[in-house]
């Protein structure tokens, strides 16, 4: 039958050569005897649309064909847990550091808009490329894994090797009656807390960033900040790094549920330090006069009452802070004293 | 095709997956070649596809379950297929898996109703 030649033909193309040959056989040995049969039942031959039904239903060559060759996935069902796994971790702390390099590029070289949105462009690409890279890598083992069985167990068989035992233990809820916090709000967090920083990175150089259209007023002002200002900006960028690398570990580590209760005070302790540098400075003179001896006479005044204006609520600020953090310690060595005295119980 | 449809389809291609291997293994206790190993279980109420049987069969050769032998038959070569001493032990104990799966399950729907 000159179809079913043709119609095996067209699967042989679709075969591993080195079975083209047997497997043809076989399916040709197969199917001709199932047309003999069909042929016997009818007391004539197959017609030519009867013989295109009878092939259809067995299917598209390159289908039949298919179905010999074992079944290979990309990242198979072993391997694709540790794969999206590392393929969140991967994309999250990429994207991360690259933010985070932009920022200090921008910081550093260029501040200007125009980098800002140059840098915010390439994020897909990176995305893209950590992705492809993931999984491209992912591949490599799925398929050795497939190969070679006995080589990877560790991958295609994460169960092997764990004891319950060694599971982390529960967290439990920072303060009680209140829900944990989620993922989601954690990465938010971290997220935010860069973009934060990139606008505190900016505003030396866009100060209506900060001041709106008072930033034209300062600029043209016969007053200026003084040296410490400056040191006082660099702390907090500093304490806004520490504590964004801070949540970002949390992050890694899986523990962005954890109480958070020394981390905030050692930020809140930490934050005293700048506050606390504002007072070192003589006669607390934060802001001085461009021009001292043209402006003393007609600026002197102003000036002294932006100085203890700031005094005054660097105190109050600096106070607080104080406070707070004595009411976090106290909390903290109560709950201590009272875990202690359970325990003794 | 619906959702509903498309997932009911899905089960049943997973749920009768292993139980055609089983009927496979199961025939094949005696020589058969692919068509007449069709033409058999067809005979018992289990249609199965030329393109979904003949693959099976290089597979759980490739898997030493079954042995086979080119041999004429009627002025054709034909491929025979019979379980291998592997096979039939894997059998025995595939059945028995699928007899006591098969008594829970009806002892679970025994139970709802």
Known sequence: ?345 | MTITENLFENLRLELRRGCLTLAVLAQLRHEHYGYTLRKALAKRGLEIDESTLYPLLRRLEAQGLLTSEWREEDKRNKRFYRLSGDGEQIFVQLLEEWQAINAAIHLTIDNIQ
């Not at chain 1, 707070?324 to 310690?329: G, V």
């Open chain 1, 1 to 345: 039958m000159e179809l079913l030649d043709r119609y095996l033909e067209a699967v042989r193309k679709h075969l591993p050569w080195e079975r083209q040959d047997d497997i043809i056989a076989e399916l040709r040995a197969n199917l001709e005897a199932q047309l003999e049969d069909k042929e016997a039942e009818l007391g004539r031959p197959l017609t030519a649309g009867e013989a295109e039904d009878w092939l259809k239903q067995i299917g598209p060559p390159i289908l039949v064909a298919a179905r010999y060759f074992p079944q290979q996935y990309l990242i198979g069902p072993a391997v694709f847990p540790t794969y999206w796994f590392v393929l969140r971790l991967a994309v999250f702390w990429v994207t991360i550091l690259y933010m985070i390099g932009v920022a200090l590029e921008i910081a550093v070289h260029t501040p200007n808009w125009t980098a800002v949105h140059e840098g915010l462009l390439h994020v897909p690409e990176v995305l893209l490329t950590t992705g492809a890279s993931v999984t491209l890598i992912f591949a490599v083992i799925e398929f050795m894994a497939t190969r070679y069985p006995g080589r990877w167990p560790a991958l295609a068989a994460p169960s092997g090797e764990w004891s319950p035992n060694a599971l982390p233990p529960v967290e439990k809820e920072a303060v009680p009656g209140q829900k944990p916090r989620s993922y989601a709000y954690a990465v938010a967090e971290v997220i935010f807390g860069f973009v934060f920083l990139l606008w505190l990175l900016l505003v030396p150089h866009y100060p209506y960033l900060l001041l709106g259209p008072g930033a034209a007023y300062v600029q043209g002002s016969p007053f200026q900040f003084a040296p410490v200002c400056v040191q006082f900006y660099w702390w907090v960028v500093g304490l806004n790094v520490l504590q964004l690398g801070w949540r970002a570990v949390d992050l890694l580590r899986g523990s962005w549920q954890g109480p958070r209760r020394a981390q905030r005070n050692t930020m809140q302790a930490l934050g005293l330090i700048p506050l606390l540098l504002l007072f070192t400075v003589r006669d607390h003179a934060w802001v001085t006069l461009r021009h001292p001896a043209l402006d003393q006479a007609r600026y002197g005044g102003a000036m002294e009452a932006i100085n203890k204006a700031i005094y005054l609520g660097a105190s109050v600020v600096c106070a607080l802070a104080v406070l707070q953090l004595l009411w976090e310690i106290g909390r903290m060595g109560l709950n201590l004293y009272r875990k202690r005295a359970a325990a003794m119980r």
